[in-house]
């Protein structure tokens, strides 16, 4: 085994030079909406996975708003569906650590042996070898925050209340982020892929956990999360909602990207 788990998609989904890449985010971060969408760091965000070029401004529209909690969020539970390996369940990986060309995020052991007693969480270092979904959200965490530790796990065939027990269980303080990977809509034409984006911003919004595969390749880790927000009096918010064809210009055939943060009442945190 390897305990490091290298970089998989450096140079296709994002730049594969360090200095580039950090030059990248940056800009991608300083370019995100300025205005405040809540008075408080949001306890979870939903962001997209696909290359920069065509996701990355709004991803960055939501990792902007962690800034203010740089030094405050020193751990990260991240989640995003499986591409390339059938899984049951929430696979946790072998490696020890995800390295980036910004460099290397250690894993939190302790947490991870946590969910080990959860019947729906198993191990799999090949549903991880290759996966972009978690990969692609690592630099713009290496960017907004200082030092962290990261729980990444690989969602498959997997019920919104089994991803909901997980995140149950490491759910924490402030000193926990949540992040959720998806894309929305694909290969629609434009003006279809935005109706059928805004219908499913809707749900997420009203925290539904009925979203199908097609309107969010991420649905399940996406309808887990709505499914804690439910139980844990979250309040969403819609931080962005475009296509490939208002980032990268194509309009023919488009997939759709959508940001989102949920906030805790104070009544509700702890």
Known sequence: MNPIRPAAVAGVFYPSAA?????????????????????????????PHAGYIYSGPVA???YALLEPARTQIRRVVLLGPT????VRGLALPEAESFATPLGVVELDRAAMAALRDLPQVTISGRAHAG???????????????????LVPLAVGDAEPEE???????LWGGPETLIVVSSDLSHYLAYRQAQATDRTTADAILRLSTGITHEQACGATPVTGLTHAARQRGLRPQLVDLRNSGDTAGDKARVVGYGAFAFFEDTAHAH
Do not use: C, N, Y
């Open 19 to 47: 200095p580039e890449l950090a030059q990248e985010v940056a800009r991608l971060i300083a370019g995100a909406q300025r205005e405040p969408v809540a008075p408080r760091v949001p306890k979870a965000i939903i962001a």
């Open 60 to 62: 960055a529209s939501v």
């Open 131 to 149: 996966e972009h979904s978690l990969e692609v959200h690592l630099p713009f965490l290496q960017t907004v925050l200082d030092r962290f530790t």
């Open 83 to 86: 591409h390339r390996v059938a």
């Open 163 to 169: 991803v909901a027990q997980m995140l149950d269980v």
